[in-house]
């Protein structure tokens, strides 16, 4: 549904983005992740149109969209980082302009705005003005624009960022939904557990590409996992062994005639995953493109 290919973007004399490629199938979630900097949002900025790359091609459903914009704009839901509502209007109001500017209109329109008011646990607050509601309300009003003509191609630049749990879960429930239905989602985050909820595939941005793509567990299995073991002697202390081979690890210990009372194996984590993306452009990432290749 998307293909960017060799994306580069200069600002002043620095690449935000720099050979940035990136796929996304029909039904896929991608949770885009990397360090502040990385280049996520001008990636996003670039797929919307905002932002011109100086190199690179991006495909949308098929359609040039550094030459057919528009018509490849069609296509897409954006839900940017920086709010883009009007404030003196009320959310339907703000849902019906969007609406429009996709094209929907009479009872089709008020249908799906019903919907995606629905989805997003906003149905009480349609008539409200966007300007009175909370940072995490006025997030949920631009998801809901972003999804209001069930676009194929949605684009959610870190989309719960400062919410509550009831939010979250609300923006998590429709992304899941949307893309089980065929949306191809472009999902930017610093909230880890979120991607798993997704059970999203990832990719791993850092100065300006894509240094790894993979499900969670290929990304993370270069990475130790934990070994927690309690034992039967009060006097001795819990071990918590980084390992990559728990079954070897463990054999060893029994064999040393250590007695345990449990034994627990933590998989590497997505939090892990990026703890290792800050050893910079050292072993981890080379490791990450190791993966990736
Ligand atoms: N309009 C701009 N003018 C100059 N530099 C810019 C502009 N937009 C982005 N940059 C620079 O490009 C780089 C990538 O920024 P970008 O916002 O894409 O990163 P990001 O991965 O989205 O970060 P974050 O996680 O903080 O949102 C940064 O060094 C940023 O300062």
Do not use: C, W
Not at 219 to 248: I, K, N, Q, S
Request: no cysteine.
């Amino acid at each position: 549904m998307l293909i960017a290919e060799g994306l580069v973007k200069i600002f002043g004399r620095r690449p935000a983005l720099d050979g940035f490629d990136l796929e996304v199938a029909p039904g896929e979630i991608v949770g885009l992740i990397g360090h502040n900097g990385a280049g996520k949002t001008t990636f996003v900025e670039v797929v919307t149109g905002l932002v011109r790359p100086d190199r690179g091609n991006v495909r949308i459903g098929g359609l040039d969209a550094l030459r057919a914009g528009r018509a490849a704009r069609q296509l897409l839901g954006v839900a940017p980082q920086e709010l883009a509502l009007y404030n003196r209007a009320t959310v339907r109001e703000n849902l019906r302009l969007f609406a429009g500017i996709a094209g929907l209109r009479g009872r089709r329109r008020d249908e799906e705005i019903a919907r995606v008011l629905d989805e997003l646990h906003l149905s009480a607050l349609a008539n409200r003005l966007v300007g009175v509601l909370s940072g995490g309300q006025r997030r949920r009003v631009q998801a809901a624009t972003a999804m209001v003509a069930a676009p194929p191609l949605l684009l959610l630049d870190e989309p719960t960022a400062g919410a509550d749990p009831e939010t979250r879960s609300a923006l998590l429930a429709a992304v899941k939904t949307r893309a089980e239905a065929g949306t191809a989602v472009v999902y930017t985050t610093h909230y880890l557990p979120e991607l798993v909820d997704l059970d999203a595939t990832l990719a791993l941005a850092r100065a300006g590409r894509v240094i790894a793509r993979g499900t969670q567990r290929e990304l993370t299995r270069h990475l130790p996992g934990e070994l927690r073991v309690t034992f039967a002697d009060p006097g001795e202390p819990d071990l918590r062994l980084p390992t990559t081979d728990p079954g070897a690890d463990l054999a060893a210990l029994l064999a040393s005639g250590r007695v345990p009372v449990s034994v627990d194996v933590r998989r590497p984590s997505l939090d892990d995953l990026y703890r290792s993306m800050e050893a910079g452009a050292g072993e981890g990432e080379q490791e990450a493109r190791d993966v990736a290749a």
